[in-house]
T-cell receptor, first 112, second 114 residues
């Protein structure tokens, strides 16, 4: 099955700097790559996704890059704010079912 | 829209007891997912339903765990003879059911088996 790995378990940045979280996947058939955010004591909350027909997507301060050849994707958060502090999960799934495989999460700390 | 509702928020059981966790998906959503989250294992897929039918239960432990979706408004995850290693946060999520779309998660049920 698919295996998604997040390279950074923790990431600390200063407010206003950019944060980058990197993930890799193993299954070349994966075509959908969502990102979720989890704040303390809460469930996961969708933040952005990218599909395999594009290699870049931006939504306000969030940019997702996808490199299908390297089976790598990343989340870039620009102009970070303290409220961006949370655990971020990358994930992957294929076209033929709804099952989503998650990475282990990256704890992002944005210091004022 | 209240979002995905999971009850109870916290459940404490003694070893060997049964635990039933409830999930109410968002109205109009046809797919319901169950995940288990622990520090050690991270987010583990358990099972999912579409239009109340079980589609993929490959993540469910073969013994003691079962999930049902008797109607479109709720799903249950039942753990029989709970063990300390079952302690985790159990997350339920729902979606409209089409392939490759965002999931809406509940806050989770924290199960503690003493």
């Amino acid at each position: 099955g698919e295996k998604v790995e997040q390279h950074e378990s923790t990431l600390s940045v200063r407010e206003g700097d950019s944060a980058v979280i990197n993930c890799t996947y193993t299954d070349t058939a994966s075509s959908y790559f969502p990102w979720y955010k989890q704040e303390a004591g809460k469930g996961l909350h969708f933040v952005i996704d990218i599909r395999s027909n594009v290699d870049r997507k931006q939504s306000q301060r969030l940019i997702v890059l996808l490199d299908k050849k390297a089976k790598r994707f990343s989340l870039h958060i620009t102009a970070t704010q303290p409220e961006d502090s949370a655990i971020y999960f990358c994930a992957a799934s294929k076209n033929n079912n709804n099952r989503i495989f998650f990475g282990d999460g990256t704890q992002l700390v944005v210091k004022p | 829209n209240a979002g995905v509702i999971q009850t109870p928020r916290h459940k404490v059981t003694g070893k060997g007891q049964e635990a039933t966790l409830w999930c109410e998906p968002i109205s109009g959503h046809s797919a319901v997912f169950w995940y288990r989250q622990t520090i050690v294992q991270g987010l583990e897929f358990l099972t999912y339903f579409r239009n109340q039918a079980p589609i993929d239960d490959s993540g469910m432990p073969k013994e003691r765990f079962s999930a049902q979706m008797p109607n479109q408004s709720h799903s249950t995850l039942k753990i029989q003879s709970t063990q300390p290693q079952d302690s985790a946060v159990y997350l339920c999520a729902s979606s409209f059911g089409t392939i490759n779309e965002r999931l809406f998660f509940g806050h989770g049920t924290k199960l503690s088996v003493l």
